[in-house]
T-cell receptor
Framework: GENVEQHPSTLSVQEGDSAVIKCTYS??????FPWYKQELGKGPQLIID???NVGEKKDQRIAVTLNKTAKHFSLHITETQPEDSAVYFC???????????WGAGTKLIIKP | DSGVTQTPKHLITATGQRVTLRCSPR?????VYWYQQSLDQGLQFLIQ???????AKGNILERFSAQQFPDLHSELNLSSLELGDSALYFC??????????FGPGTRLTVL
């Protein structure tokens, strides 16, 4: 079945620097790739998503890139701020059911 | 606020007991998903309902069951509880095509 691997499991960066989290997926039919942010004690919240007909998408300091050939996608956060500290999950889905296969999560720590 | 509500927020119970977790999706969302998140772990998909019918099943134990009612709210029933069932349980709802919106979760502690 579909599998999504996410790296690193923990990422510590200096405030103001960039952070990159990478995911690979196994099912070449996957066509939807969301990224969720989970703050402590809260449910995950979508921060950005990309579909397979697009290679890159940006929203202010956040961007996602997709390489369909290599079957991997990445989350890029620039000019990191303390409020970016959270756990980030990638996911992939295929088909009309929007069944998401989740990565294991990355704990992002922003050092002041 | 995602618009998805879950009750109760916290639940403490003993091994062997049975509990029911409740989820109200966003207005108009027909799909409801249930997830389990153990301490410092990822999201484990349990089950999905669409307009009252089971649509997909994940790693849901036989001791667990769920249903979605005509008013679209959903309940997750956990029985014969074990210590290892202690976790955060999230429900999410989704419109016809789009993102999943997560509720705030129910924290279950089994003593």
């Amino acid at each position: 079945g579909e599998n999504v691997e996410q790296h690193p499991s923990t990422l510590s960066v200096q405030e103001g620097d960039s952070a990159v989290i990478k995911c690979t997926y196994s099912d070449s039919a996957s066509n939807y790739f969301p990224w969720y942010k989970q703050e402590l004690g809260k449910g995950p919240q979508l921060i950005i998503d990309i579909r397979s007909n697009v290679g890159e998408k940006k929203d202010q300091r956040i961007a996602v890139t997709l390489n369909k050939t290599a079957k991997h996608f990445s989350l890029h956060i620039t000019e990191t701020q303390p409020e970016d500290s959270a756990v980030y999950f990638c996911a992939a889905s295929s088909g009309s059911n929007y069944q998401l296969i989740w990565g294991a999560g990355t704990k992002l720590i922003i050092k002041p | 606020d995602s618009g998805v509500t879950q009750t109760p927020k916290h639940l403490i119970t003993a091994t062997g007991q049975r509990v029911t977790l409740r989820c109200s999706p966003r207005s108009g969302d027909l799909s409801v998903y249930w997830y389990q998140q153990s301490l410092d772990q990822g999201l484990q998909f349990l089950i999905q309902y669409y307009n009252g019918e089971e649509r997909a099943k994940g790693n849901i134990l036989e001791r667990f069951s769920a249903q979605q009612f005509p008013d679209l709210h959903s309940e997750l029933n956990l029985s014969s509880l074990e210590l290892g069932d202690s976790a955060l349980y999230f429900c999410a709802s989704r419109p016809l095509a789009g993102e999943q919106f997560f509720g705030p979760g129910t924290r279950l502690t089994v003593l």
